[in-house]
């Protein structure tokens, strides 16, 4: 069974400064994917970015990065530059492997970060 | 603006109600996803259509009854619900298999009393 931890239920940033989201997953799974969503107090999902579990490098997208380790089974998300739109609930999550077009996201429970000014 | 739509925003319904939530995307995707997410918890998966076959259901009880009318619709069927039910119902469709990124939408705010 598959499992994501994420360890800091809040996070603290000041504006234009980095900040590194921790995940940890397990998985029997050679091959899973790794993702992370940002959720505004708005609701909707926002997809951020994603690493493959056979990619060499890590993934970026803009001012997010995945550090991505997988002997230590962690794919933590940095975000620099902060700003105070980042301001949300962030969720790590791993896919099961895909059956047809279907895929199984399994969420983290997800850390809050404010960003101040 | 996210280009998974799901109306409505906001339901309050009773216990003894029938009423239905709506999902739509014209992306082309061919899987479409019902989640649940109480608050200050993560989403959790409730069904999973797949060309417009219901692929997986995670155990979820009868008072849930999903539909999909074709592949740019999804709804959800709701009725005897229960108060604990209410929480938000996210919608979302798969592009591909290349990533399995899913896009989402806003949500429904479901309050059953």
């Known amino acids: 069974a598959q499992k994501i931890t994420q360890t800091q239920p809040g996070m603290f940033v000041q504006e234009k400064e980095a900040v590194t989201l921790d995940c940890t997953y397990d998985t029997s799974d050679p091959s899973y994917g790794l993702f992370w969503y940002k959720q505004p107090s708005s609701g909707e999902m926002i997809f951020l970015i994603y690493q493959g579990s056979y990619d060499q490098q890590n993934a970026t997208e803009g001012r997010y990065s995945l550090n991505f380790q997988k002997a230590r089974k962690s794919a933590n998300l940095v975000i620099s530059a902060s700003q105070l739109g980042d301001s949300a609930m962030y969720f790590c999550?791993?896919?099961?492997?895909?059956?047809?077009?279907?895929?199984?996201?399994?969420f983290g429970t997800g850390t809050r970060l404010q960003v101040t000014l | 603006d996210t280009e998974v739509t799901q109306t409505p925003k906001h339901l309050v319904m009773g216990m003894t109600n029938k009423k239905s939530l709506k999902c739509e995307q014209h992306?082309?995707?061919?899987?479409m996803y019902w989640y649940k997410q109480k608050a200050k918890k993560p989403p959790e998966l409730m069904f999973v259509y797949s060309y417009e076959k219901l692929s997986i259901n995670e155990s979820v009880p009868s008072r849930f009854s999903p539909e999909c009318p074709n592949s740019s619709l999804l709804n959800l069927h709701l009725h005897a619900l229960q108060p604990e039910d209410s929480a938000l119902y996210l919608c979302a469709s798969n592009r591909g298999i290349d990533t399995g990124e899913l896009f989402f939408g806003e949500g429904s705010r479901l309050t059953v009393l």
């Open positions: 999550a791993m896919r099961e492997v895909n059956t047809g077009t279907a895929s199984k996201l399994t």
């Open positions: 992306m082309g995707h061919r899987a």
